[in-house]
């Protein structure tokens, strides 16, 4: 069976340091690739998707960055965080198929300070 | 830009009660989803619906699609504690990638 990882689940960090939330997917192969940031008692805001190794698209015009340096890894990052990075961000994916139906991780919490 | 709007924005009711939750969205889709989420957790699919369908069922889940409204709903029957969540619509387009678009969510609150 599929299953998603998401790490890590918490994370305190000071204005203008580095971010990297890691994401990967296991038991299947070329997943459509997602990043979500959920915003407290919002809404879920679509950051990135990613249909293939290499391929990234960026919903939203931000510091923050994503790559896929392989199938089933995806990963975000920022070179210097903003107080307003902070929030909830998911990470999903999606059978390449057009149904849309994605299947979650568990999130990572970021807190700037 | 923010596609699906749920209403009502937080819902409380006692156990056995139904539950009803409308979204409302505005361009054309393709299907129409619903996800529920604990309090920080990650999202769960629920029940896809598609554009030609009118209504779905999937145990207490009960799911309408009107696309001449541009809306849907969503009615847990007979609910229980352990339904409270967030629930949230999600549109897709499959002339945008197959992007899942999200609304604000309900918070449903079952009192026992």
């Not at chain 1, 293939?52 to 939203?60: F, L, N, Y």
């Not at chain 1, 931000?62 to 990052?77: E, G, V, Y």
């Not at chain 1, 999606?94 to 849309?100: K, L, N, W």
């Not at chain 2, 809306?71 to 549109?91: E, K, N, P, V």
């Amino acid at each position: 069976s599929q299953t998603i990882h998401q790490w890590p689940a918490t994370l305190v960090q000071p204005v203008g340091s580095p971010l990297s939330l890691e994401c990967t997917v296991e038991g299947t192969s070329n997943p459509n690739l997602y990043w979500y940031r959920q915003a407290a008692g919002r809404g879920l805001q679509l950051l990135f998707y990613s249909v293939g190794i290499g391929q990234i698209s960026s919903e939203v015009p931000q510091n923050l960055s994503a790559s896929r340096p392989q199938d089933r890894q995806f990963i975000l990052s920022s070179k210097k965080l903003l107080l307003s990075d902070s929030g909830f961000y998911l990470c999903a994916w999606s059978p390449s198929t057009r149904t849309g139906e994605l299947f979650f991780g568990e999130g990572s919490r970021l807190t700037v300070l | 830009s923010q596609q699906g709007e749920e209403d009502p924005q937080a819902l409380s009711i006692q156990e056995g009660e139904n539950a009803t939750m409308n979204c409302s969205y505005k361009t054309s889709i393709n299907n129409l989803q619903w996800y529920r989420q604990n309090s920080g957790r990650g999202l769960v699919h629920l029940i896809l619906i598609r554009s030609n369908e009118r209504e779905k069922h999937s145990g207490r889940l009960r799911v309408t699609l009107d696309t001449s409204k541009k809306s849907s709903s969503l009615l847990i029957t007979a609910s229980r504690a352990a339904d409270t969540a967030s629930y949230f619509c999600a549109t897709v387009r499959y002339n945008q990638g197959g992007k899942l678009i999200f609304g604000q969510g309900t918070e449903l609150s079952v009192k026992p």
